[in-house]
């Protein structure tokens, strides 16, 4: 009835992280789903899956790769972005991260165990993300996946939030300089690859450095994962994207990408969907509108072919983790497959780390999530998670 | 207004239209499995419905088809009984009224029919709905069970003037001190107020009989209905020379909830709530008509719970996550399991928007561990028994109200949906004609189907009387105030 | 003449040729260096100095002598004091006050300072406030005679959320400044740690990113204060308070090559915190400990110990509590931290971690000779106070009363 997590760190005495994980099935998502199957683990990394095995340390109705959300949001908040200026495409999220939440901890238990970090959306360009794993020391070295993951930018109201057009007085505040609309946060946006494209203002060894990363964009060596909610925002980020050639756009928090389906055809975009709610309703939170998600919308992205992963927006309740918005998506006609590839294969490729996470393979991490029953159905529930082989929520605990 | 009525109407409409059996008409509902909730599944089963009523149900070869009857369903379905709401303050005007003790209020007066809560309803399966007042009181009105159909309340009320809402949780603006010396004082002032009659009886002797004398009444029967007068806990002495009908109406309700006319529905924020609420309604004697309504928190007050014996409605989430403030630690209980494993009676209800699916609810609760019949019966008949309907509603049985789903498939399962929805023999939802389902699911829109804004649903009516009436500037002032505060709290739950 | 006077008065056996300046304590007990207790010692002063501490009671009959039946040792330092600077060691016009100096603030005359000093504080550290990335520079001052020890001692910086997002003036003149974080934002608890603070002033920086590359950038100029802590000329102490903020202080330090101390760090027990301490060359200001202080944040002092790395504690304001130091030591003792550490914490370390460790801290010869005679010891809560000595004079109870 009780579930500490507490010990986390502590879990099991060390030399006890091999495991052999028998479950009635085994969901591989890089392949089909094994009846009857193993996943082997040992020294932190998956050494073999396959059908039968005997030995089982440990057993499950069913065992999955360990889920990834691209959109947990634990950052410290306004205190992860510089605020100072519209693009700090040069700072990143590492600088600004709080490792010692118990928010991880959450996000472990409910078996997402890597994730993505950013700065929070307060810039146009609020600078660079860098993936995680949700759980083990709380330092950088004991936990980064990938530094440098992607960029992060940020299309609609809230990057003009606050900002405001001085009257009868000088410009006290950097945030009277910033944009007030959604037209003011586009042209920022367009400023940007503009004089990076021309290298101008990069006398400024701040304006070069933020310069060098758009590149790094440009050339398709970083995504450019931006917040875009509303439909505006969508047909605003695939614009930018073919206006300047970006060769990898994510959009985050697209609650009305759906709405766009030959844009999204045409542009080659990925999509990271927000938690669905009950009425189908988002509130921008930053200016009165609200934007509409129906439960279909992931079905919709499935059969156009757009890649498209799941977020929970750090849900804590039941039926708002993760897995419920994976729930959720079946009930809008995803098969089960493409749900759970929309929580861990797909946000693992949109990222560059599907080598280390995402499916269950030998020689992968060994971040697995044991089910008591099938898995991403509101009659299951996670029961144990490995990561990295250490089995940070016991299944055999009551 | 007309925003709100507009798709109301339609939707009125396009459910009033195929309705196959008016009350009084036979229904005979077919299905590839009956869940009855009364026994084991019946595979290929027939349920017919006469009069409102089941009057039979069992395997499809086993019951005979009354030749009038009309037949819906059909093998790939699963029959199941409605869901019971036990406990909601949906579906009407304000539900708080701001006096503090208000047991003379009526819901009957704030339910709205057309409301979108109950549409709502329809489409969740949910049959009979307990409509109490807000918790934000001390003791509050009277509440009423409906069904979800009908363009009034009368053709919407089951069981008219059903319960009594009243709280231990401080009501806005009150220290827990004030609140349990508010809700005491209700209780002695009543009794001040029955001692003050009966002064005023005997200061009076015989006015009362010259009266009736004079206008030909039976004192004998009235002064026996004043003898009835009172509860178990406490009496006023002479109170039998009171006529009945001299109580005041303001005073009325509350003597009648200690004589056990109504059952109280205590709502308990947190653990140290429930405490106070056994420890009133045992001082009135009220005790076996009791429900604690309770939020998550109150699972830590559980062992109480199981000794008064009361039963409980979950309103709050059923996964309570708590920091512990020393170590920072969250602490997860999953507060059904603990109810079921204290063998408290306790029905699930649909106040939390996460988990408003009563079918979503049972589901969360076998994925912790709960049997399939133990998490069912939590939103059909526990409902149903807490709310004295246990012969009426809450299972498919022989002389039980025609209450039916036909599901597309197991109940439980997320792909699962209500196709059609019977309420006493009549259909009274199909799915494929649910033109908002359909943008919920679709996101396709139909013009004038937008779902109503917060305010339409009911949430914050204020709004939208201001809405119709553009003119009243003070007023339209305070409404937008009050959106803002709504925005906020949308973004509170809408998370980032 | 008033203090030959009072030696007079005081021991009026002994033959006496007064001589200004040299005075012999004898007492029961008296603590030097490194934890030793030296029973039934003798301490020499001559100039304001130690000249020597050592056994036996062969005191120089030709010169003043103070018996003591107590115990004797080195003044107590109040680490981050606000005593007598009025509160002005917040300059909210520049996120980056190098050269700003907390000296300037001082009013030595101040009741404050002559409080600390009765509580048997001999020297106190006053240091810019937190609200700033770079403070600037503290001072390290007498309680008792108005000195000036350095007014350079080390360089405040700060990687809190106090010194994020701050306004440059008045948040009604600042289009939305309305939530600045304060001071009172700090959880020296160790309670619930991140909180959702809201910076909207009009100062950059706004976060820990924008906090760093403008640390980079100030220590890759290298210009004044920058560069001689650079050089490891100048100490610093970096406000940090939550976890991670210690860490990312720590790896400042690290990449910089900084040494110095952090200063909040309610949780510093933490073991990933005692490590990533223990790999660096920064000491730990804690405190001042309130009686509703969580028993992880008691405990890091004894952790913190453990592990080597110095420790000492905060004074703040003692117009409220002159007796804080004391008191967060007798917290951190009864958490379980060894009685020898905490007092090296009150004492030794505290001069070390303020940058003075080369003349504060101790009882040896060649250190400047503040020290209190203590009824007991001095760990003990109940001992008191009997007299107080800055450079060689007494100086509380003020001689003549």
Not at chain 2, 429 to 434: F, H, L, M
Not at chain 3, 70 to 85: E, F, N
Not at chain 3, 317 to 323: L, V
């Amino acid at each position: 009835m009780l579930l500490l997590i507490a010990p986390l760190l502590a879990a099991l005495p060390p030399g006890d992280d091999d495991w052999t994980i028998q479950a009635a099935t085994v969901h591989t998502v890089s392949g089909a789903p094994i009846e009857n199957g193993f996943v082997r683990v040992q020294g932190g990394k998956i050494a073999a899956v396959g059908k039968g095995g005997g030995g089982a340390t440990l057993e499950c109705a069913a065992v999955t790769p360990g889920l990834i959300d691209l959109a947990l949001g634990i950052d410290t908040g306004p205190l992860s972005v510089e605020q100072s200026s519209e693009t700090a495409a040069r700072l990143s999220a590492s600088d600004g991260l709080d490792l010692f939440s118990y928010r991880w901890e959450r996000a472990l238990r409910s078996g997402i165990t890597t994730a993505l970090a950013q700065p929070a959306d307060y810039d146009v360009i609020g600078g660079l993300g860098l993936v995680l794993k949700t759980g083990g020391a709380p330092t950088l070295a004991a936990r980064l996946v990938k530094p440098e993951a992607c960029l992060r930018g940020a299309i609609g109201a809230q990057p003009s939030n606050g900002n405001a057009i001085p009257r009868f007085q000088e410009p006290q505040t950097f945030y009277f300089r910033r944009p007030t609309t959604r037209m003011g946060v586009e042209w920022v946006f367009r400023k940007a690859f503009h004089d990076t494209l021309q290298g101008q203002g990069e006398d400024d060894p701040a304006t070069a450095a933020d310069h060098a990363v758009l590149r790094r964009v440009l050339a398709g060596e970083l995504p450019l994962v931006v917040q875009a909610k509303a439909t505006q925002d969508v047909r605003t980020a695939i614009y930018l994207k073919e206006e300047f050639g970006i060769p990898r756009l994510v959009l985050d928090h697209a609650i009305e990408a759906w709405r766009e389906p030959e844009l999204l055809k045409r542009s080659g975009v990925a999509v990271i969907l927000p938690p669905f709610t009950a009425d189908g309703r988002h509130a921008d939170g930053f200016v009165n509108d609200s934007y509409f998600l129906p439960l279909d919308a992931a079905r919709k992205l499935h059969e156009w072919g757009v890649p498209f992963a799941l977020s929970a927006h750090e849900g804590a309740g039941a039926g708002a983790r993760l897995a419920d918005q994976a729930a959720a998506a079946q009930r809008g006609g995803l098969p089960l497959a493409a749900a759970l590839e929309a929580v861990t294969l797909t946000p693992a490729r949109l990222l560059g780390v599907e080598a280390r996470v995402g499916s269950l393979e030998a020689g992968k991490d060994a971040d697995l999530v044991l089910w008591n029953g099938p898995p991403l159905q509101p009659t299951s529930r996670i029961i144990g998670v490995l990561l990295q082989g250490r089995l940070v929520l016991d299944p055999r605990s009551k | 207004m007309k925003r709100l009525l507009a798709p109301a109407l339609l939707l009125a409409a396009l459910l009033a239209a195929p309705l196959p059996a008016q009350q009084g008409g036979r229904l005979v509902i077919e299905a590839g499995r009956i869940v009855t909730q009364a026994g084991p599944d019946i595979e290929n089963g027939r349920i017919v419905i006469d009069g409102g009523r089941i009057t039979a149900v069992g395997k499809a070869e086993e019951v005979e088809k009354p030749w009038d009857a009309t037949v819906i369903g059909g093998k790939a379905f699963v029959a199941f009984p409605g869901f019971v709401e036990a406990h909601t303050s949906q579906g009407m005007d304000r539900a708080n009224e701001n006096i503090d003790v208000a047991p003379f209020l009526d819901i009957r007066d704030s339910i709205d029919p057309v409301a979108y809560f109950f549409e709502d309803c329809l489409r969740q399966g949910i049959t009979t709905i307990n409509v109490q007042q807000g918790a934000n009181c001390v003791v509050g009105g009277r509440g009423m069970v409906v069904r979800p159909i009908g363009m009034t309340v009368e053709e919407m009320a089951m069981r008219p003037l059903f319960g009594l809402k009243l709280s231990t949780r401080p009501k806005g603006g009150k220290s827990r001190a004030t609140q349990m010396q508010a809700l005491r004082f209700a209780f002695e002032d009543l009794r001040l107020y029955l001692e003050g009659l009966v002064e005023k009886e005997r200061d009076d002797a015989g006015y009362a009989k010259r009266e009736a004398l004079f206008q030909g009444r039976d004192l004998e029967a009235e002064a026996a209905q004043g003898r009835a007068m009172g509860g178990t806990a406490w009496k006023v002495d002479g109170l039998e020379l009171v006529p009945r009908g001299a109580l005041d109406e303001r005073y009325a309700p509350l003597l009648e909830l200690l004589e056990g006319r109504y059952t109280a529905f205590v709502h308990c924020g947190d653990p140290l709530d429930v405490v106070h609420a056994l420890e009133v309604v045992r001082a009135q004697g009220i005790l076996a008509r009791t429900v604690l309504v309770i939020e998550q928190d109150c699972w830590k007050a559980a062992d109480r719970i199981a000794e008064a014996g009361v039963p409980v409605i979950l309103e709050g989430a059923l996964l309570d996550v708590q920091r512990d403030p020393i170590t920072g630690e969250e602490v997860e209980t999953f507060v059904p399991k603990v109810l079921q494993e204290k063998g408290i009676r306790f029905a699930l209800s649909s106040e939390d928007p996460n988990t408003r699916a009563p079918a979503y609810q049972a589901a969360l609760a076998i994925a912790h561990g709960m049997e399939r019949t133990a998490a069912l019966d939590a939103v059909t008949r526990v409902p149903a028994e807490i709310l004295g309907l246990g012969d009426e509603v809450g299972s498919l049985e022989r002389g039980k109200l025609g209450n039916v789903l036909l599901c597309s498939g197991d109940p439980l399962s997320v792909t699962t949906w209500v196709e059609h929805v019977v309420i006493e023999g009549r259909l009274v939802y199909e799915r494929a004609k649910d033109v908002r389902n359909k943008h919920l699911l679709e996101g396709v829109q139909p013009l004038g189907t937008a779902p109503p804004t917060s305010a339409e649903a009911g949430e914050d009516p204020e709004h939208e009387h201001e809405k119709a009436d553009e003119d009243a500037g003070a007023e339209k002032d305070a409404g937008d105030e009050q959106k803002g505060k709504d925005e906020d709290k949308e973004k509170e739950d809408g998370g980032r | 003449m008033s203090l030959a006077l009072f030696v007079l008065a005081f021991a009026p056996g002994e033959p006496v040729a007064p001589r200004e300046g040299v005075l012999q304590i004898q007492a029961a007990e008296i603590w030097t260096a490194g934890g030793e207790r030296i029973q039934d010692g003798l301490l020499r002063i001559e100039d304001g100095r130690v000249r020597s501490v050592s056994t036996g009671k062969q005191s120089d009959p030709a010169l003043p002598l103070v018996r003591h039946p107590g115990v004797v040792t080195a003044g107590l330092i109040g680490l981050r004091s606000q005593a007598g600077v009025g509160g002005e060691l917040q300059e909210d016009t520049r996120s980056v006050l190098a050269e700003a100096r907390a000296v300037h603030a001082f009013d030595p005359a101040h009741p404050d300072v002559a409080r600390a000093l009765a509580a048997g504080i001999t020297a106190l550290e006053l240091a810019p406030a937190p609200g700033n990335v770079v403070g600037g520079l503290a001072c390290v001052v007498k309680t008792s005679g108005g000195r000036v020890l350095t007014s350079e001692a080390s360089l405040a910086l700060s990687l809190t959320s106090a010194a994020l997002g701050r306004s440059t003036g008045p948040s009604f003149f600042v289009f939305g400044a309305a939530e600045v974080p304060g001071e009172a934002q700090a959880q020296p608890d160790g309670g619930p740690e991140w909180s959702e603070r809201t910076p909207r002033g009009n100062r950059e920086p706004t976060s820990y990113a924008g906090a760093l590359a403008l640390l980079r950038r100030s220590f890759a100029e290298g210009q004044g204060p920058f560069a001689r802590a650079k050089r490891g000329d100048l100490a610093v102490t970096i406000e940090a308070w939550d976890r991670h903020e210690v860490l990312r202080a720590v790896e400042l330090a690290r990449e910089l090559g900084l040494a110095g101390a952090v200063r909040g760090a309610p949780l510093a027990g933490d073991p990933a915190v005692v490590q990533a301490l223990k790999e660096s060359k920064l000491g730990v200001i804690v405190g001042p400990y309130s009686a509703g202080q969580t028993r992880a944040s008691l405990e890091s002092v004894k952790t913190l110990a453990a592990a080597g790395v110095p420790v000492a504690f905060a004074l703040g304001d003692p117009a409220r509590s002159p007796e804080a130091l004391r008191l967060s030591a007798a917290r951190a003792l009864r958490a379980g931290a060894p009685p020898a550490a905490v007092w090296k914490a009150l004492t030794e370390d505290a001069a070390k971690l303020a940058g003075v460790g080369a003349s504060l801290g101790t009882l040896a010869a060649g250190r400047e000779a503040d020290f209190v005679l203590w009824s007991g010891d001095p760990l003990d809560l109940q001992s008191r106070v009997v007299a107080v000595y800055v450079d060689g004079q007494r100086a509380w109870p003020a001689p003549g009363h």
